[in-house]
């Protein structure tokens, strides 16, 4: 592959991943906004706000390492190639 080609799949991966990791964070919004309008309503317990986030974490965790790891080949990738 030539450097043109590299360069343009990290970039399309990075925003395929940027892209996802908003998505999530739109439905956790979403979610805890439900979450919270349900335990008022029905008097449920705090902990199912914190609930809502703990499988948010466990559910999107990959698609956020898949971010970072993406942001930081870019990086390198970048790096390297101005040092030259």
Not at 27 to 47: D, E
Not at 48 to 55: D, R, S, Y
Not at 63 to 84: E, G, M, P
Request: glycine letters at 4%; aromatic letters at 10%; a positive charge.
């Amino acid at each position: 592959m030539t450097e043109e080609t590299d360069i343009d799949a990290l970039l399309c991966a990075y925003q395929k991943a940027r892209r996802a990791v908003i998505g999530h964070v739109i439905f956790l919004v979403i979610c805890c906004a439900a979450a919270l309008l349900l335990r008022r309503y029905f008097n449920l317990p705090l902990i199912l706000c914190w609930t809502v986030f703990a499988v948010a974490g466990l559910v999107f965790s990959g698609d956020i390492i898949q971010l970072i790891s993406c942001h930081l080949k870019l990086k390198r990738f970048i790096a390297k190639n101005t040092l030259n």
